[in-house]
């Protein structure tokens, strides 16, 4: 595709309920971001994937989080028992290797009641 | 560790008139600074960059920046704002010797006035 894709645009679920946000980066970019926009916040680094090496977790804020990349591409971002602190737009970013221009998706908007 | 400050959460300024948005980092060496913005429903949008070489630098829609090392500071300015400016806009930081790592400033929500 053109851009980086994001799925589902929009998640509402219910406390306690496990989730998966998917992102497609462009086409040929090997890293691959997630970063979470709380309201009224600014974007908080989540992880990083750069080609083969090992993804760099440093941000993810607990163990219900994780997120794998398959084959290069497409990434998935999972939180278990979802909490209603994690309410927030979830954004996905590419880039080439060793280029520093970040695309960003639109993201996806999570809701836990 | 790196970090953005921008000390304006909101600011409203007329259409026509100057804008100036104001980013402060802390970063051990030569930091790669960039300026987002994001509009509503939309996804992030670079507006500019700095790397290295001239230290004011021109962006998309009329946007320019200076980095100025002394005051590690990276203010984004436009000379005259347009309705279609109004957004929130995010300064980062970036240290590309570990890969595309960047750290965002919490944004400035600009507001524009007829």
């Known amino acids: 595709g053109a851009g980086v894709s994001q799925s589902p645009s929009n998640k509402v679920t219910e406390k306690g309920k496990d989730v998966e946000l998917r992102c497609d980066p462009i086409?040929?970019?090997?890293?691959l971001y997630w970063y979470r926009q709380s309201l009224g916040q600014g974007l908080e680094f989540l992880i990083y994937f750069q080609g083969n090496s090992a993804p760099d977790k440093s941000g993810l804020p607990s163990d219900r989080f994780s997120a794998e990349r398959t084959g290069g591409s497409v990434s998935t971002l999972t939180i278990q028992r979802t909490q209603q602190e994690d309410s927030a737009v979830y954004l996905c970013a590419s880039s080439l290797a060793g280029n520093e221009k970040l695309f960003f998706g639109s993201g996806t908007q999570l809701s836990v009641l | 560790a790196q970090s953005v400050t921008q000390p304006d959460i909101h600011i409203t300024v007329s259409e026509g008139a100057s804008l100036e948005l104001r980013c402060n980092y802390s970063y051990g060496a030569t930091p790669y600074l960039f300026w987002y913005v994001q509009s509503p429903g939309q996804g992030l949008q670079l507006l500019l960059k700095y790397f290295s070489g001239d230290t004011l630098v021109q962006g998309i829609k009329g946007f320019e920046a200076e980095f100025k090392r002394s005051q590690s500071s990276f203010n984004l300015r436009k000379p005259s704002v347009h309705w279609s400016d109004a957004a929130e806009y995010f300064c980062a930081v970036g240290a590309f010797n570990a890969g595309n790592m960047l750290t965002f400033g919490g944004g400035t929500r600009l507001m524009v006035k007829p």
């Open positions: 086409s040929g970019h090997t890293a």
